[in-house]
């Protein structure tokens, strides 16, 4: 079973994926439950953390593998990892909002992919206490848009009451965008985009 490899970019999409695995090998309660068993042995209660620690450590890295490498009890292995990544540090915070507005969107690829990353990286700025509203997010948005799309988002602001794009409409208007263009083919790219602009005004 292969998982993405964590990192201080994509913990919080680990975390999810983990937790999920987790409760699928019955593991969970040593992490998240809040006692021992009456019918486990503290021998038993033992072996049991050593295997949960184990079988995360199989989905890090090496750096990572050193930091939790002596942990032998779950839910402390756990806690280092929150501590280590889901932290509200100002360096953590800092890289999370550089990887946010580094991400771009590679054209011809599947928008719902973009639209993915885009909100699972969100979602670590919101864990680390960094929250923007709707308008300033469909911002961000249009940003990771390539030139190619140039046409797409300077309709969407002409067409936006003072120049904000609710972050949904945007979503909706760009599936709706790559879906006619998968349709039409790109001989008929520019003459949407024209289309677009007409009916907008």
């Known amino acids: 079973m292969k998982m993405v490899s964590l990192s201080g970019a994509n913990y919080h999409f680990w975390k999810g994926k983990m937790k999920d695995l987790l409760f699928v090998k019955n593991l969970h309660l040593l992490v998240f439950g809040t006692q021992k068993a009456d019918s486990m042995f503290d021998e038993e209660w033992g072996f049991e953390h050593g295997r949960v620690c184990g079988f995360i450590r199989h989905f890090v890295d090496e750096p990572i593998y050193n930091l939790i490498s002596h942990d032998t009890h779950a839910r402390t ?16 915070k800092l890289y999370l909002l550089k990887n946010f507005v580094e991400l771009k969107y590679k054209d011809e690829a599947p928008f719902t992919e973009h639209l993915s990353e885009f909100q699972g990286r969100c979602d670590q700025l919101s864990t680390a206490g960094i929250n923007f509203d709707d308008d300033m997010l469909g911002l961000f948005l249009l940003i990771t848009l390539p030139d190619s799309w140039e046409t797409f ?32 083919g790109p001989s008929s790219q520019s003459e949407v985009l024209v289309t677009e602009n007409r009916g907008r005004s």
Do not use: C, D, H
Request: proline share 4%.
């Open 153 to 184: 988002w300077v309709s969407m602001i002409s067409a936006a009451p003072n120049g904000i794009v609710p972050l949904q409409m945007e979503k909706t208007s760009a599936l709706n965008k790559q879906m006619r263009r998968k349709v039409q």
């Open 77 to 92: 292995l756990w806690q280092t990892l929150e501590s280590l990544y889901a932290s509200k540090s100002g360096n953590n």
